[in-house]
């Protein structure tokens, strides 16, 4: 089963969390704080594996979490990293971000890539030990791994794209030019995935053909099978546009040129300026007239023209070296760049992922701030120091400003992640 699509998420491991403790050795006075940090978060890379030619994987498996970082340990001991987690995927995916639609990477060459990074360790109480605190009695949490929903799309990583009307011969000439061996039949659809084909020209020089099936008037609209297979037409470099110049199947060529280049030009106006060869298939069974018509009107648009029938393999040949000779002229396949996060409006007062809100019910102002979750976890309520770094925090993050923009006075129950406590001014 071929599947060029699929909608997966991803999510990062969380750093380990830094640890209180304090050195304790037989002799050895006021050791001193020796908590060790947290280890890092695994990463989750993607990287192509030629021996995948679909993402029908995805389909049964939709969630993918790398390890979280081990907490830190006694006598400065930092905690183990966890492994990174790698997703192989067919060369050729284009991974963009669900929420944003943005381009996160293409997934073409060999290097890896990281789409998710694993959150930091947190310090453990060794790196909060100062001359005026010698003992501190609180450490800071992992930071938080990036999650992502992903949207996976194959693109074929093809030089030349067929494209035409079904039954026009597409199959039949892919497979006669390359080792291709697709399904041929008299009947419309009978190519229901695209196909690749090697096409050798020499001992050095070759190029990848692809045969995209079920364009028909109305696919970018979604009509036929056209358009979910028009986007492996995008990255490539040239288009042979195959033409039924017999009019076998009741209809005008130069109708199906048009309605064909109007489809792509509707789906992407890159693929629409793509270079264009014609090539009049099935011209064994042409009228010399019908050949002369067509030539003229495509030569008249300043396209190249070749009269083939790849039935009997007649004039496939020279089509193919002059696909060599444009290719040799055009530059490489092309690659997707990725894309750079778009400015999204705040959802909160705070900034970047520090983002809170803030409501009052009977009395009592509730935070709700996911980042502070973390930082919860390592305050010590009996160490004035911990509090001290929790109220920094506050402060920072703006939490304080919009309480007291709302009108909070002292006194007042505040309640943060399920933590409660009198506000002071």
Known sequence: MFVDQAKIRVEAGDGGDGVVSFHREKYVAAGGPDGGDGGKGGDVIFIADDHFSSLIDFRFQRKYVAGRGENGAAKRCTGKSAPDLVIKVPRGTVIREAKSGRIMADISGDEPVIIAKGGRGGKGNQHFATSTRQVPRFAKP?????????????????????????????????????????????????????????????????????????????????????????????????????????????????????????????????????????????????????????????????????????????????????????LETLPPVKRFEPEALPEEPMLGDGEGDRRFTITVENGVYYVDAPFMEPIMRTVNPDDWSSLQYFERVLISSGIIKKLEEMGVQEGDTVSVGGVEFDYVS
């Open 142 to 326: 992992g930071y938080p791994g990036e999650k992502f929903d992903l949207i996976l799309e194959l693109k074929l990583l093809a030089d030349v794209g067929l494209v035409g009307f079904p039954n026009v011969g597409k199959s039949t000439l892919i497979s006669v030019v390359s080792a291709a061996k697709p399904k041929i039949a008299n009947y419309h659809f009978t190519t229901l995935t695209p196909v690749l084909g090697v096409v050798r020209v020499s001992a050095e020089k070759s190029f990848v053909m692809a045969d995209i099936p079920g364009l028909i008037e109305g696919a970018a609209d979604g009509a036929g099978l056209g358009h979910a297979f028009l986007r492996h037409v995008e990255r490539c470099r040239l288009i042979v546009h195959v033409l039924d110049v017999s009019g076998c199947e009741g209809r005008d060529p130069i109708d199906d040129f048009e309605k064909i280049n109007a489809e792509l030009e509707r789906f992407s106006e890159s693929i629409a300026a793509c270079p264009q060869i014609v090539a009049a298939n099935k011209a064994d069974m042409a009228e010399e007239e019908q050949i002369r018509r067509l030539r003229a009107y495509v030569e008249e648009r300043g396209l190249p023209f070749f009269v083939i029938s790849a039935a009997t393999n007649q004039g496939t040949e020279p089509l193919v070296y002059a696909v060599l000779q444009k």
